[in-house]
């Protein structure tokens, strides 16, 4: 298979956030995935999201929104990745409207749907992927402000941990691309939504500092990401992680070495 070579380090958030909880092995792999991506069509819910980001706008009601997915379903296809495509897209229209059946989503006073712009840290260019920004009123006037990142891989649940890591984006990147800085954000409402299983994942009340070790990841990423050849194929061509017991492993052997000194004195 064909593949891109990027220059500069990028990596969307959720990739970000599995970059977390991986061994060096997998980090590898996620470093070398994101510098050179498949010359190929890869499936996505952009129909979906956009779909779906207008229905909780209100630009368009539940039985629309139930039709777009109909015409998804019976679209004519030129080829077998657009006919996977559409009915991918319309299932998870259909299975979005059942966490709406049962009140999975509370409903938000003002909703808009934007293209996240892109952060940079340490030289990566982070690209998020939150296509629903909201704000609640709250009886004070004040407002508070959250978003949610969608995830639709049937047969793949998202994983709980990876998914706190993704939360705790989202709470910092709204915080640092906010327009008013008045105005909170609520970890309660900075959401990772997993559409096939129905499972909702807010930020943590660790959210804030999760979000500065995603940054400080970041330099990691970036120094491996020069140092990464397209030829390699293991981790080790990558900066081991610090080993503590290395660490016991030296003393032992300078404990050892001294005593053995100190005997044949």
């Known amino acids: 298979m064909r593949h891109w070579s990027l220059k500069n380090p990028v990596i969307s958030d959720w990739r970000l956030a599995e970059y977390m909880v991986a061994d060096n092995a997998t980090r590898f792999e996620i470093i070398r995935n994101c510098k050179f991506p498949p010359i190929a069509q890869t499936t996505h819910i952009k129909e979906a999201q956009f779909n779906i980001g207008a229905f909780l706008q209100g630009r368009i009601n539940r039985n629309e929104l139930e039709n777009l997915a109909s015409d998804l379903n019976n679209r004519i296809c030129s080829s077998a990745?657009?006919?996977?495509?559409?009915?991918l897209n319309a299932d998870c229209i259909n299975r979005f409207l059942s966490l709406i059946d049962r009140n999975k989503l509370p409903r938000r006073s003002s909703v808009t749907c934007v293209d996240s712009e892109p952060i940079y840290v340490a030289g990566v260019k982070i690209s998020p992927d939150i296509p629903v920004r909201f704000q609640v009123k709250l009886k004070s006037c004040a407002s508070e402000t959250g978003g949610i990142a969608f995830h639709f891989t049937p047969g793949k649940p998202v994983?709980?941990?990876i998914a706190n890591w993704q939360a705790a984006f989202v709470y910092g990147?709204?915080?640092q691309t906010r327009q008013e800085d008045w105005i909170e954000v609520d970890r309660d409402q900075c959401l990772v939504v997993d559409i096939a299983t129905g499972r909702i994942t807010s930020a943590l009340s660790n959210a804030e500092s999760r979000f500065n070790k995603l940054k400080k990841a970041c330099t990691e990423i970036a120094e491996r990401w020069q140092q990464l050849d397209a030829n390699a194929t293991s981790p080790s061509l990558l900066p081991d992680q610090h080993d503590p017991n290395a660490d016991f492993d030296r003393l032992s052997n300078q404990l050892s070495a001294s005593v053995?000194?100190?005997l044949s004195a």
């Open 81 to 87: 990745f657009d006919f996977e495509l559409t009915r």
């Open 159 to 161: 994983i709980s941990k």
């Open 173 to 175: 990147y709204i915080r």
């Open 260 to 262: 053995a000194s100190a």
